[in-house]
Structures are given as C-alpha cells and as structure tokens.
C-alpha cells in the first residue's frame, strides 16, 4: 500500500516536473503579435501615402516621395498630438534640397488627393547661392529653418499681405515667431530672376513665394495647416517623424474620413 502511494506521488512530481520543464512564456507570441500590428499598420500607411502621391501626381511636379512620406508622417502625429485641427487636409511641403531655379514648393490636400499648387519659394541668404546648404534658427542668421511648422494668421507687414508661422522643433525652427519668419511675396521670386542670376533672389530666412501667387499661396495654407521644410542636414530631427505612431493611423480622421470616399 505504501508503495503504491509513493508510486503514485513519484508520477504526478515527474508529471508536473515535464509540465515545467517544457512550458515557456507567451512573451514571444506578443511580441510577435505586436510587430505584425505594427507591420501591417505601417503598410496600410504606405499604400495610403502611395495612392495620394500617384493621384496627386506628385512625381510629375518634382517632388520626391521620401520627402513627402515625412511630410505625411509629421502631419499625422501633429494630428495625434492635438496640434492639428481634426478637419485640417492641407500639406504644404517646401524642398531646400532642390535648387531655387525649379519650382520646389507643394501645396497638397491630402484628402482630395490634389496638388493645388507647385510654385517657387525663396530661401535665406545666409542658407546659400541656388541651393541652401547651410540652415539656422539663429537670429540674424539669415537662414532658412528646416522642419515642421504650423500656420497662423495674416497679417499687413512690410511685405505686404503675409501669414505667421511658429515653428514646431526646438533647436531647429522654434524661434520662427521671434525672428518674424512668414510667408511672404518677393519681387526677386519670377522667371526674370533665374534668368539674370541663374537663380531666385534670396530671403532673410522666410519662405518667400512669387507676387502673383502669394494670394492662392496664403488663402490655401492659412489657418493651422502643416507646412515641412526639408533640406540636406543630417543632424535634423524632430519627434513628429516617429514612425511608432503609425500604429494607430487608421484610428485618425485622416484615414477614416478617406476610407469613406
């Protein structure tokens, strides 16, 4: 009887014993679980970003799409972080990497899914000749500022008709509103510029637009939309390109008010 008992408890020790040896922690199943979400969020991203460059026709208008994908990255986590109105579809995207003879500013709604307009846009003195090499948010710099900002009002300034802007990534163009950095039109922004001088006449560090279009350009963008300054620095950074974010991408209004049309 004795034996049979400690028989008994010897099966079920080695039976629990097996049981533990072979269990492991479901950590990996999450974490698996968690990168496809996020692999499948980014690639819902991706072809939404996709469709808007192709319809846009945005390669014909010279703008690169990993430029666009950033602006587009910024644009969604200025909207998750409350920066951005909810009904707010205008990207204005502006390319320093480009030379000031080609037309390198994008007005883009990316819920219609067109580009309103492609026009030159001036960059600052300091920043280079034809294409900006150098950018700061110093004062006095006459330097163009790379990054996100957010538009604001217009106003009558020494420029005539101009719109404010507030630059959005400290250390790099946070100080916009202190140094009176704005859209605004410029004589030296035409045709008869790049023909004189090879290229646009420059800014002290605003982006500055054409006369004849500076209306369209101000009535398009005024009132909290986006606006991205790309250039060739490789110390920018910013935490609106978080691409973490994109995991909740089809939670924003962006998505889903596209996903209706």
Same mark, same amino acid.
């Given at each position: 009887m004795i034996?049979?008992?400690?028989?008994?408890?010897?099966c079920?020790?080695?039976l629990?014993?097996?049981?533990?040896?072979?269990?492991?922690?479901?950590?990996?199943?999450n974490?698996?679980?968690?990168?496809k979400?996020?692999?499948?969020?980014k690639?819902?991203?991706?072809?939404?970003?996709?469709?808007?460059?192709?319809?846009?026709?945005l390669?014909?208008a010279g703008?690169?799409?990993?430029?666009f994908q950033?602006?587009?990255i910024?644009?969604?986590?200025?909207?998750?972080?409350?920066?951005?109105?909810?009904?707010?579809?205008v990207?204005?995207?502006?390319?320093?990497?480009?030379?000031?003879?080609?037309?390198?500013?994008?007005?883009i709604?990316?819920? #219609? &899914?067109? %580009?309103l307009? !492609?026009?030159?846009?001036a960059?600052?003195?300091? =920043?280079?000749?034809? $294409? +900006?090499t150098?950018?700061?948010?110093n004062n006095?710099?006459h330097?163009?500022?790379?990054?996100?900002?957010?538009?604001?009002d217009?106003?009558?300034?020494k420029h005539?008709?101009?719109?404010r802007?507030?630059?959005l990534d400290?250390?790099?163009?946070?100080?916009?509103r202190a140094?009176?950095?704005?859209?605004?039109?410029?004589?030296?922004?035409c045709?008869?510029?790049?023909?004189k001088?090879?290229r646009?006449?420059?800014?002290?560090g605003?982006p500055?637009?054409?006369p004849?279009?500076?209306?369209?350009?101000?009535d398009d963008?005024?009132?909290k939309?986006v606006?991205?300054?790309?250039?060739?620095?490789?110390?920018?950074? #910013? &935490?609106? %390109?978080?691409? !973490?974010?994109?995991?909740n991408?089809?939670?924003? =209004?962006?998505y889903? $008010? +596209?996903?209706?049309?």
């Amino acid at each position: 009887m004795i034996r049979k008992r400690f028989l008994w408890i010897f099966c079920v020790f080695l039976l629990f014993s097996v049981t533990i040896i072979s269990w492991k922690p479901s950590t990996n199943t999450n974490i698996s679980a968690n990168t496809k979400m996020i692999a499948s969020a980014k690639e819902v991203f991706n072809q939404y970003v996709n469709t808007i460059y192709q319809t846009a026709k945005l390669e014909q208008a010279g703008l690169d799409i990993s430029v666009f994908q950033k602006a587009f990255i910024g644009y969604i986590n200025l909207k998750l972080d409350h920066k951005l109105p909810q009904n707010s579809s205008v990207i204005t995207v502006v390319d320093f990497s480009k030379p000031s003879r080609q037309k390198r500013m994008w007005i883009i709604d990316v819920l #219609s &899914k067109q %580009l309103l307009l !492609n026009t030159w846009v001036a960059h600052g003195q300091g =920043s280079g000749d034809d $294409i +900006a090499t150098q950018f700061s948010d110093n004062n006095d710099s006459h330097q163009s500022s790379l990054g996100f900002y957010l538009t604001d009002d217009v106003y009558m300034g020494k420029h005539g008709r101009s719109l404010r802007l507030d630059g959005l990534d400290e250390g790099f163009n946070a100080k916009a509103r202190a140094r009176a950095i704005v859209v605004h039109a410029a004589d030296y922004v035409c045709q008869n510029s790049i023909d004189k001088l090879g290229r646009l006449g420059r800014s002290f560090g605003c982006p500055a637009v054409s006369p004849e279009v500076r209306d369209q350009v101000i009535d398009d963008i005024k009132g909290k939309t986006v606006l991205f300054i790309n250039g060739n620095n490789s110390n920018y950074t #910013s &935490k609106y %390109l978080d691409e !973490n974010s994109l995991e909740n991408f089809a939670d924003t =209004s962006a998505y889903q $008010i +596209a996903a209706t049309r």
